[in-house]
């Protein structure tokens, strides 16, 4: 007979597995929203990759409880120096995208 206690392994790696796929998809979507927003303004992605900064519970724009992680970035607008970026989604929606120095910020 399967009890409690068979269950709640399964349930817990079952939870860990969904947060790794989601926080994979979730990545790639804000690797491509970091490449759209630096090549619409002609500015080098550098490294081609976002690192996760942090990741905390929010409510999104219809009041649901989803995640909210922030992924920085470099890019360059020389080819000589490094600037820091970064993208802001709410689940696996792009809130916001943010590059130090530049006057557009993406919604």
């Not at 002609?42 to 081609?48: A, H, I, P, R, S």
């Amino acid at each position: 007979m399967i009890t409690l206690y068979d269950i709640v392994p399964v349930l817990v790696l079952g939870g860990v597995a969904w947060f790794w796929m989601d926080t994979l998809k979730a990545r790639e979507v804000a690797l491509h929203a970091a490449r759209a927003a630096c090549t619409r303004i002609g500015l080098q992605l550098l490294d081609e990759t976002v690192a996760a900064e942090r990741t905390r519970l929010a409510r999104n724009d219809n009041g649901q409880i989803c995640l909210r992680r922030v992924y920085r970035f470099e890019f360059s607008d020389t080819g000589n120096n490094r600037r820091n970026g970064s993208v802001v989604m709410l689940g696996r929606d792009v809130d916001l995208v943010q590059m130090a120095g530049v006057l557009e910020a993406v919604k």
